[in-house]
């Protein structure tokens, strides 16, 4: 074995041997006849050892020249651009590479753009050479030299359409299918060079997460032509980060499409018992209580809104305020809601407030989850300002507390209208006992006479309150029912409840 043959047979790398003897023989004839073959290889062993990282995740900016193996995730667009003083444009592609550690943008020029475009494809593995830099996105190699290496592995998944969890900051090129959880309206911006822009957000979810989708300029309308609860496939969107949380943006090359499949979103959420001041958190429960839209005006002289509603899980209850156009969600007793990103606050009369603002997405699901709470609360009924008794006036509202993204330092005292828990049993009273006599699906024998009502199920516990639209009826039975099931009770009637001797649940 020669010498060339012992220093290659030492050497951890993914070099061929061929490559590295021909790399060798450069350097002796660099060297001018200064370094023998076993000296040359020496030096260009230890070039290697340097160069060569252990994975995408150790390359980093200020390495002179880093070469690794990856997998490519995704071929970019051809771009030209104008170079300064040049007749000809000048070309480059980006070009989203992984392995095991990690991922990559790499990026190349001119002509090995050109060549790139014509001959890479998803899931080739390659051997890169190049000089890393802070990009845009994070970390980018500027490629000097790319090869395929068809007998390299790399064991990452190439994928077309990614999942939430896979998102990482620089990726491009990635189409991810989702549920639609909120939409927010179009918003308008001056741009540094005067012109103005255009924005609008959803927020969608997928089984392994949610995310936020900004959607830019003329691709922001796509945020009206969905509504929440419909499945879309976001396709060439891009990955940003913002406040320390990944987005995944659409410009002008992406978009946003109906997909019709049903996607599952499974929302993991914080028991609201749990809860304390400070935190930014995701929530879930059945709405117990809902107040009316109130309006405030701004220091700036704008207009807000807000609108409290009242959740509850199997370990307790929380008001939600509702800001800017979150308020104009269509909430009702009894849906199941998931408000993700609520920070919670010190509310009214000591009580924890979760405040909704412009980060936060507020959805309603279509079933509550199986092992969803008995809700149990002493309010279910739309409370109204009039409830709250003394001490809570419409006049109340400390609107100059509320910032113009529709954020409050405290939600719960400025414009709460003072929604506290002891106030809504007495409104959920007053409901059930100024019901409409005649009114809804319900045979009526006279109090004390047997009694058979239809209704949803808006309070559970005891007494079970239920609606059929036009009015409310009080249950007392040991059937153990969930908000937003539909039943029919009979039984005799006592002093406006029902005490129900037979429960049917309605399909």
Avoid: C
């Avoid at 200020?62 to 300064?84: I, P």
């Avoid at 549920?179 to 957000?201: H, I, K, M, P, Y």
């Avoid at 024998?445 to 047997?450: E, H, L, M, P, T």
């Amino acid at each position: 074995m020669g010498a060339i043959e012992d220093v290659y047979e030492d050497l951890d790398t993914d070099v061929d041997f061929e490559e590295f003897e021909a790399a060798v023989e450069d350097k002796v004839e660099q060297m001018g006849g200064l370094a023998d073959e076993e000296t040359a290889a020496m030096l260009i062993a230890h070039e290697l050892r340097d160069d060569e990282v252990e994975g995408v995740a150790d390359v980093a900016p200020g390495m002179d020249d880093a070469k690794f193996l990856a997998k490519v995730m995704s071929v970019g667009e051809l771009r030209s651009f104008e170079r300064d003083g040049e007749d000809e444009d000048g070309k480059v592609v980006n070009v989203e590479v992984a392995d095991e550690s990690g991922r990559i943008r790499i990026t190349m020029w001119d002509g090995m753009a050109e060549d790139a475009v014509d001959r890479l494809e998803v899931g080739q593995v390659l051997r890169v050479a190049g000089r890393p830099k802070e990009g845009y996105n994070g970390v980018e190699v500027d490629v000097d030299k790319v090869e395929p290496a068809p007998d390299a592995e790399v064991d990452v998944e190439a994928v077309d359409t990614y999942r939430i969890e896979d998102l990482a900051l620089g990726l491009s090129d990635v189409n991810l299918k989702g549920r639609v959880l909120s939409t927010d309206s179009v918003r308008t911006f001056d741009r540094d060079d005067g012109s103005e822009g255009r924005v609008a957000n959803l927020t969608v979810g997928d089984p392994t997460g949610r995310v936020r989708v900004t959607l830019w300029d003329e691709k922001a309308d796509l945020a009206n032509e969905f509504a929440a609860g419909e499945s879309v496939e976001v396709v060439d969107g891009y990955v940003r980060e913002r406040d320390g949380t990944l987005e995944l943006h659409v410009g002008d090359r992406g978009a946003v499409e109906e997909l019709d499949e049903d996607i599952e979103y499974v929302p993991d959420t914080r028991d609201i018992a749990s809860l304390e001041i400070g935190e930014t958190v995701d929530i879930a429960g059945g709405v117990i209580e809902t107040d009316p839209k109130r309006t405030f005006d701004r220091d700036d002289g704008s207009q807000g809104q807000v609108r409290n509603v009242r959740i509850k899980d199997d370990t307790g209850d929380i008001r939600v305020a509702l800001w800017s156009e979150k308020a104009d969600r269509d909430i009702d007793l009894a849906d199941y809601v998931v408000v993700t990103d609520v920070e919670i606050q010190d509310g009214w009369q000591d009580d924890l407030e979760a405040s909704a603002g412009w980060q936060s997405a507020v959805s309603v699901m279509d079933d509550a989850p199986e092992d969803a709470a008995d809700t149990g609360a002493d309010a279910a009924q739309s409370t109204g300002l009039s409830a709250f008794g003394d001490g809570a006036s419409a006049d109340s509202t400390d609107g100059d507390a509320a910032s113009a993204d529709g954020s409050s330092p405290s939600a719960a005292g400025s414009a709460s209208g003072g929604a506290a828990a002891s106030g809504g049993s007495g409104a959920a009273a007053a409901a059930v006992t100024e019901r409409s006599e005649g009114d809804g699906d319900r045979t009526d024998a006279g109090d004390g006479g047997s009694e058979t009502f239809t209704g949803t199920v808006v309070q559970a516990g005891s007494p079970v309150v239920l609606d059929d639209g036009t009015e409310t009826r009080s249950v007392e039975t040991d059937e153990s029912l969930r908000l937003g099931e539909k039943v029919t009770v009979s039984g005799p009637a006592r002093n406006g409840t029902i005490d129900a001797d037979d429960v049917e649940r309605v399909e």
